[in-house]
C-alpha cells in the first residue's frame, strides 16, 4: 500500500463542464507576494498563498479557522436586483473608465499578512515568519471587509491599508476555503462599501475593471478588459470552482480584490489566474452572486452553516496486486488516518485505518474526490459509505453533522 500525500475530508461540488485548455493545469491562486526573496513565482508552476504552510503537518482537517470576532447577527449584504449588463463603458449611457475607478477604488484595500512556517534542518525544528500580500473589498461601512481565504487562513497577523494610505490591525471573522472567500474586520467607520452588482447577468464581451494589490506594492492598480466567459468549472488548487473569465490584466497580489462592471458595482472577487508562459489574458474571478449566502454566514455566525462535515483526517492511498511495487498500477481510494471525537464518521462506527471506496455509488479515489462528494449533502444528511476493513468490505450509513467552529479549534 503506497501513500500518496493528504488532503481534506470534506469540499466543494463539482461540476463536471469541463474547460478543456491544457494551460489550466497551471491554474494558480495568486493573492501572494511571498517575502523580499520570493519574487513573482508566475512561469509554468503553481503560486499560492498555501506555499507558506507547505511545511505544516499533512494531516489536516477539513475545518474552516475558528472566528477570532464575531458579528452581531444582523449583518446583510445582497446583489442589486435588475441589475443589467453593460455594453461598454462610453457607449451606454453609464461610466467612463476613470469613472468607474474614482467610484470604486475607495472600496479596495491592500493587505498585509505574515505568516510562520516551520523548517526542519538536520532534525531541528526553525520557524521564519512569512509575509504574504493580498486585497480586499470593504463590505460594509464599520470595517467589515471580504477577501480570498487563501490570502488569510494561518494568518499570525494581518493588516490592511486603505485607498488612503491609513492601516489598521485587522482579524479574522471566519473563512470559506471551499469557495475561497473570507471575511476580517478592522475597527474603522465611515468606510466606503462596493455597490454590489448581478453577477448573473454578466454578458461575454462586457467591460470590467480590476482594481487590487498586485505585488502586494502596487495598491490601487486598476486594470481593464473584458468578461472572456462566464461559468468557467475549473479546479484551483483542489478545489471545482464557478468562476467568471476576464482578460483584464491579474498579478499576484490581486486576489481578494474587486473586478467591477461599468457601472462601479463589484460582481466578482478576483482569485486566480493561468500563470503558463504559453498563455496571456486568462484571469478568473468568483461571481458575487455565488457567494453571497456564504458572505452573509461568514458575517453573521463566522462560518457557513448547513455544511455537511463528517469529521475524518484522510490520506490518499493506492492498494496493490500481490506483487508489491514491481508492478503500476492499483486501486486508488482514501484511507482515514484519524478521527474527530465525537464526529459523523466516529458516531457511525468508522474506524482509523478504515479505507473509503464509494459514497453513494460513487467511486473515491482522492481526497479530491472526498471532499467534491461530501460538498453535495447538507447537514443532516444520510449517505451510505462502501468502506474495506481489514481486507473485507461493508457498507456504513454515515449522517453528516454541522460544521461549527467552537471557541479555542
Known amino acids: ?49 498555501r506555499t507558506r504552510t507547505a511545511q505544516l503537518p499533512a494531516q489536516t482537517e477539513v475545518a474552516e479557522p475558528a472566528p477570532t470576532a464575531e458579528a452581531d447577527g444582523t449583518l446583510s449584504i445582497s446583489a442589486a436586483e435588475g441589475t443589467q449588463a453593460s455594453t461598454g463603458f462610453a457607449y451606454d449611457g453609464k461610466y467612463t473608465r ?10 479596495v484595500v491592500g493587505i498585509d499578512a505574515v505568516f510562520e512556517q516551520t523548517v526542519s534542518y538536520w532534525g531541528r525544528a526553525q520557524t521564519y515568519e512569512v509575509p504574504g500580500s493580498g486585497s480586499g473589498v470593504i463590505l460594509t461601512e464599520d470595517g467589515y471587509i471580504g477577501t480570498c481565504a487563501h490570502v488569510v ?9 486603505l485607498n488612503d494610505d491609513t492601516s489598521y490591525d485587522a482579524t479574522i471573522i471566519g473563512t470559506d476555503v471551499r469557495n475561497d472567500v473570507a471575511i476580517i474586520k478592522i475597527e474603522a467607520t465611515g468606510l466606503t462599501p462596493a455597490a454590489l452588482g448581478d453577477s448573473d447577468m454578466l454578458t461575454v464581451g462586457e467591460d470590467v475593471i480590476a482594481i ?49 462592471n461599468a457601472s462601479g458595482k463589484l460582481i466578482g472577487i ?27 454566514d461568514l ?18 492511498v493506492t492498494l496493490r496486486s500481490d506483487f508489491g511495487y514491481f508492478f503500476s498500477g492499483g486501486t486508488n481510494c ?47 444528511d444520510t449517505a451510505t459509505f462502501t468502506i474495506q476493513r481489514s481486507g473485507s468490505r461493508s457498507d456504513v450509513k454515515v449522517t453528516f453533522a454541522e460544521y461549527a467552529p467552537k471557541s479555542g479549534d
Do not use: C, H, W
Not at 487562513?153 to 491599508?161: N, Q
Not at 481526497?367 to 443532516?380: C, E, K, M, Q, W
Open 98 to 107: 476613470a469613472q468607474v475607478v474614482e467610484m470604486a477604488a475607495p472600496s
Open 270 to 296: 478576483v482569485n486566480a489566474k493561468v500563470s503558463d508562459t504559453t498563455a496571456e489574458g486568462l484571469g478568473f474571478a468568483i461571481p458575487v452572486n455565488n457567494v453571497l449566502n456564504e458572505i452573509n
Open 334 to 380: 482514501v484511507q482515514i488516518a484519524d478521527l474527530v471525537s465525537g464526529g459523523a464518521a466516529e458516531q457511525a462506527g468508522l474506524k482509523v485505518g478504515d479505507l473509503i471506496l464509494a459514497i453513494d455509488g460513487t467511486e473515491i479515489t482522492s481526497n479530491s474526490d472526498l471532499t467534491d462528494v461530501i460538498a453535495r449533502y447538507n447537514a443532516g
Open 153 to 161: 487562513v494561518g494568518a499570525k497577523s494581518i493588516k490592511v491599508t
Open 1 to 49: 500500500m503506497e501513500y500518496n500525500g493528504t488532503q481534506y475530508g470534506y469540499g466543494q461540488p463539482k461540476q463536471k463542464r469541463s474547460v478543456g485548455l491544457a494551460v489550466l493545469l497551471s491554474l494558480t491562486a495568486i493573492a501572494v507576494v511571498i517575502g523580499l526573496f520570493a519574487g513573482v513565482l508566475i512561469v509554468n508552476r503553481i503560486v499560492d498563498t
Open 212 to 260: 487590487g494589490n498586485p505585488l502586494g506594492e502596487l495598491r490601487g492598480t486598476a486594470t481593464s478588459g473584458i468578461i472572456s466567459a462566464v461559468r468557467r468549472t475549473i479546479e484551483v488548487e483542489g478545489n471545482t470552482m464557478e468562476l467568471v473569465q476576464t482578460d483584464a490584466a491579474i498579478s499576484p497580489g490581486n486576489s481578494g480584490g474587486g473586478l467591477f
Open 299 to 316: 458575517l453573521n455566525y463566522g462560518y457557513v452553516t448547513g455544511r455537511a462535515y463528517l469529521g475524518v483526517y484522510t490520506q490518499n
